[in-house]
């Protein structure tokens, strides 16, 4: 069953392209102007791209860590950006090995000084110890998308020459290279052309030097760990947060969903600045971004690819901006001698195949409806029986595994459909089926769904629609 629009809606809209035809020129001053954008932005990332290759020219290298031959071989060396009038136009798709450190004194051999005689343990800025935050990004411009993958920190995986460990350990024992290695055998040999390792006290600075960051706090978040000087004390609501409340709230993990609820909290903060930063007057201001954080960056991207990946992060379309997780699934109690993200493989494979581009030999096939798990969180404050007439259109469209979850925290205009497992498909279904909300390839949702439908105020106006539709 599909919302269709009532033939007055239509006459309108013959009535306004009728219109239109009258005034062709409002229609040409409106593609200059366009136009004019377009060219303002192109100018505004090329100073961009000349002011960060000046930097370049003149600071320490991005690259920090020493790697051999056979390290560097690791990575693809081909180019990915163009030539000398196209050095910031990206050429080819990308897979960006992206990872967040948190290191301490004892995970480092030679630990600074002034840390010794402390009575905790400060973060240092270091690129040995374990990876907290691990991502796999794809820069397409073949199909014009970001997609990134979030690879939970206790993933047990085979790390070459160390046996079944979680996967933040292979940075321990091989660096970004053999983490390249690991996270490329679990993705089923997904190739890996650059890493980047920025340390957390570099975020909190990030965040900053861009200005903080708006984003909605889920729930009240207090945790005190004296040993580290770690102390987190968050609001639920929305707010704005500069780089240490921005590192209090990814760094929280004592609830349910444990680090888990990291990485869906990591999405959150990721697509809030795509969206407050990714627009070239901030792109402008990325040289001095750089300069403030370029210390606690390691990374085999040179400036001019660089830039390339931002110039092509400006131009991409928000609604092309897909966030994944590793499909898995927790360890039960007393499973193994640790708690450990266990990957899917099958999950897995089908994934790479849809937004990675790896070949498979099996035919990829449109999802049943009925098999569909279909969450639905309310955030309009709602009784739960306002959500019949949802349920039931759902239902007569032939889905058929529907189940209300925990009430979505943040008050929303307008609805999210979350594709939780990437099938923004299935998700696209649903919204053809409902006639509103917004799709959302992210995994931001209830975790036991394929997908979730996070209800906002617009479902208030649409459902008497459905009640009408279902009483005929």
């Given amino acids: 069953m599909t919302i ?37 932005g192109i100018a505004m990332v090329s100073a961009t791209a000349g002011a960060l290759l000046a930097v370049s020219l003149t600071s320490t290298p991005l690259q920090q860590a020493e790697l051999s ?10 180019r990915i950006s163009g030539g000398v009038m196209r050095f910031s136009e990206l050429t080819r798709p990308v897979n960006l090995l992206v990872m967040g450190m948190s290191v301490l004194p004892p995970d480092v051999q030679n630990p600074p000084e002034e840390t010794k005689n402390l009575r905790y343990l400060p973060q240092v800025n270091s690129f040995d110890g374990l990876a907290d935050v691990m991502l796999m990004v794809k820069f397409d411009p073949e199909t014009k998308k970001i997609v990134m993958l979030s690879i939970p920190r206790d993933t047990r995986t085979r790390i070459e020459g160390s046996g079944v460990k979680k996967i933040n350990y292979a940075n321990v ?72 409340q921005v590192l209090q709230l990814l760094r929280f993990r004592h609830d349910e969903l444990g680090d888990i609820g990291r990485i869906q909290r990591q999405q959150m903060v990721m697509r809030a600045l795509m969206d407050q930063t990714l627009n070239p007057a901030t792109v402008a201001q990325l040289p001095k971004v750089l300069d403030v954080v370029k210390d606690h960056i390691d990374t085999n991207l040179t400036v001019e690819e660089l830039v390339a990946l931002l110039g092509f992060g400006v131009r991409t379309n928000r609604s092309n901006m897909q966030m994944l997780m590793l499909p898995g699934r927790f360890s039960e109690k007393n499973e193994y001698d640790a708690s450990y993200w266990l990957p899917n493989k099958d999950g897995i494979a089908k994934l790479m195949v849809q937004h990675f581009g790896l070949e498979s030999d099996q035919e990829q096939q449109m999802v049943n409806p009925r098999y569909l798990r279909v969450a639905i969180q309310d955030s309009t404050g709602g009784d739960r029986s306002n959500l019949q007439p949802l349920i039931s259109a759902l239902e007569k469209s032939g889905y058929r595994n529907i189940y209300i979850a925990k009430a979505w925290g943040e008050p929303l205009d307008v609805t999210h459909i979350v594709a939780q497992q990437g099938d923004g498909e299935s998700a696209e279904s649903i919204r053809n089926t409902l006639g509103f909300g917004e799709v959302r390839v992210e995994s931001t949702g209830n975790l036991g769904s394929d997908i979730s439908i996070q209800v906002g105020q617009d479902w208030l106006q649409q459902k008497s629609i459905l009640e009408d539709l279902l009483s005929k």
Avoid: C
Avoid at 26 to 32: A, I, L, P, Q, V
């Fill in 173 to 244: 024992e091989g660096g970004p290279a053999l983490t390249a290695k690991t996270v490329s055998n679990l993705l089923g040999g997904a190739g890996i052309d650059r890493y980047v390792r920025i340390n957390v006290l570099g975020v909190g600075k990030l965040i900053d030097a861009l200005g903080g960051v708006t984003v909605y706090v889920p729930k009240d978040m207090k945790y005190q760990d004296d040993s580290q000087h770690l102390y987190i004390n968050l609001k639920a609501g929305k707010q704005h947060l500069n780089g240490d």
């Fill in 69 to 78: 031959p056979q390290d560097e071989a690791v990575f693809d060396s081909d």
């Fill in 4 to 40: 269709q629009r009532s033939s007055a809606e239509e006459n309108q809209s013959g009535k306004a392209s009728k219109s239109n035809k009258k005034i062709p020129q409002n229609s040409k001053s409106g593609r200059w102007l366009w136009f004019w954008v377009g060219m303002s």
